[in-house]
């Protein structure tokens, strides 16, 4: 080979390979680029996701605790004052059959306050999840539903002898009542079921119901409106349980189902 | 890192005593000596710092192979040519094999990539200078055997080629050095405050 072509060989190689390098760097560059905003623009939409949650959490518990205050200040508060009056300094001087009928009507107002407060209680932490556990709670609630004639209402849990922490059985307790709420409201339904089953890692709720309902689609819709916490309160619910939630219509478009699927051990 | 700073280190130091062979002493079996050293140092501290990069989990059975290769073209060269001779075989493999694990780096930092692991990364401009270097100076270091028989001018034209190639890597790899380290990101996820159920839990055990 002469000098001449040594060289032009040389450069046209050192060039041809250069301009490759510079290529795939370029090309690793921008493609990561493109990677980083995607990242970034998945990291904005997860932090709204939970800002959105978060507000919803606080929300409900402001509401929650709203109530609570009115609920206190409107009702056990009028009880009480008026036990009260039953039994003002005037008592002792009244006479004796007027003295026992304040006694017996503010014991009777005093009742009241105390059935009043308990059922404030109970809308807390309802007495047979925390005694008895989801299912009882569950069949609990399904059978008052039923008892009102409106709607025929089953409850059905096939593994029930696993169970789920206290705390996440409370969680699936607040969704369920959440979602057979709304169904109440919104569905004009002719029966709602709700069954139980479980595998080794997860426990699965399924609620059936035959009236209007949603799914999976206007669920994350629903979700996204700033209007609502119902929906926004079980998707929190459902992440704090590190859940999914699953709304969907059966193929013969007669009934709605939702499912609730759990791990059984979760972080909470 | 420490790896490449000890290959940046003996390699200065050793091209120093080429440089000092050739120019002070003329003494070019000095100078190929220094130059063979400079190799090995250079394929261990090149490799090693790549391998370390790689996530693969078969990175270190892939470094032995290589350098079983690596040294036995050198040992062959050592064997068959004089010591006078430098023999460009083992240092175009080295080249090659460099060329290709740099491009696997690349297809994996693509496949794998964390957003924690931005551009501006000191190793990956590094990478990015030694993959210049090594791509630019492969067809010199084809053609270093046939030019040695050619004029001064084409000779003269190969070093500018070279030398241009060697200063853009090591502009590079100074920045690459001069960046700082990536401050931890502190976590930007939002509290999550659906634990009102636990509360109330907890509440209605201690009535207190």
Redesign the interface.
């Known amino acids: 080979?002469d000098?001449?072509g040594?060289?032009k060989?040389?450069?046209i190689?050192?060039m041809g390979?250069?301009t490759?390098?510079?290529g795939?760097?370029v090309f690793?560059?921008f493609?990561?680029?493109k990677?980083?905003r995607y990242?970034?623009k998945m990291?904005q939409l997860e932090?709204e996701k939970?800002?959105t949650?978060?507000d919803a959490?606080?929300r409900?518990?402001e509401e929650?605790r709203q109530r609570i205050a009115a609920d206190l200040h409107d009702d056990a508060g009028p009880l009480l004052a008026t036990a009260r009056l039953y039994l003002n300094e005037n008592l002792v001087n009244l006479e004796k059959a007027q003295q026992l009928q304040s006694i017996i009507s503010a014991k009777q107002i005093i009742d009241d306050a105390i059935s009043l407060i308990r059922n404030i209680s109970h809308s807390?932490?309802p007495p047979t999840l925390?005694n008895f556990g989801l299912e009882s709670a569950s069949s609990d609630l399904f059978q008052k539903i039923n008892g009102s004639g409106i709607i025929n209402a089953t409850a059905r849990f096939h593994d029930y002898r696993d169970r789920l922490k206290?705390?996440q059985e409370?969680?699936v307790f607040?969704i369920v009542q959440e979602l057979v709420n709304n169904v109440l409201k919104h569905s004009s339904a002719g029966f709602i079921h709700l069954t139980q089953n479980a595998n080794a890692e997860n426990m699965y709720f399924r609620i059936h119901h035959d009236g209007r309902g949603i799914a999976q689609a206007d669920f994350h819709r629903l979700n996204k409106a700033s209007q609502g916490l119902g929906l926004k309160n079980i998707a929190?619910?459902v992440?704090?349980l590190n859940g999914s939630i699953l709304f969907e219509i059966d193929p013969s478009q007669t009934y709605y189902k939702v499912t609730i699927e759990v791990p059984k051990l979760s972080v909470? | 890192m420490g790896v490449f700073l000890f290959y940046i280190t003996a390699h200065s130091i050793l091209s120093a005593l080429c440089y000092y062979f050739v120019y002070f002493q003329n003494s070019f079996t000095n100078y190929n000596s220094c130059l063979k050293v400079n190799l090995i140092v250079e394929f261990i501290c090149l490799f090693i710092f790549i391998c370390i990069e790689i996530q693969n989990r078969f990175r270190f059975y892939l470094l032995i192979f290589l350098f079983v290769v690596f040294f036995s073209i050198f040992t062959f060269e050592q064997v068959n040519y004089s010591m006078n001779e430098f023999k460009n075989g083992s240092t175009l493999f080295e080249f090659f094999a460099l060329i290709v694990l740099t491009?696997y780096y690349?297809y994996e930092?693509?496949s794998r990539?964390d957003?924690e692991k931005?551009?501006v990364n000191k190793t990956f401009i590094i990478i990015?200078g030694l993959?210049?270097y090594f791509?630019?100076?492969?067809?010199?270091m084809?053609?270093v055997e046939?030019?040695k028989s050619?004029?001064s001018?084409?000779k003269s034209?190969?070093t500018v080629?070279y030398c241009s190639?060697t200063i853009i890597k090591n502009i590079i790899i100074a920045i690459g050095l001069s960046l700082p380290e990536k401050p931890e990101n502190p976590d930007?996820?939002?509290?999550?405050?659906?634990?009102?159920?636990?509360n109330?839990?907890q509440n209605?055990h201690n009535p207190s």
């Open positions: 080979m000098p001449s040594i060289s060989l040389m450069l190689g050192t390979m250069l490759l390098a510079i795939i760097i690793v560059i493609h990561q680029r990677v980083i990242q970034l990291k932090s939970q800002q949650l978060l959490s606080i409900f518990q929650e807390l932490m925390k206290v705390e409370l969680l607040r929190s619910r992440a704090v909470i | 491009i690349f930092r693509l990539f957003i931005s551009i990015i993959f210049l791509t630019g100076n492969f067809f010199f084809l053609l046939i030019s050619s004029t001018e084409i034209n190969l080629i190639i930007n996820f939002i509290p999550f405050a659906g634990e009102l159920e636990t109330t839990i209605t």
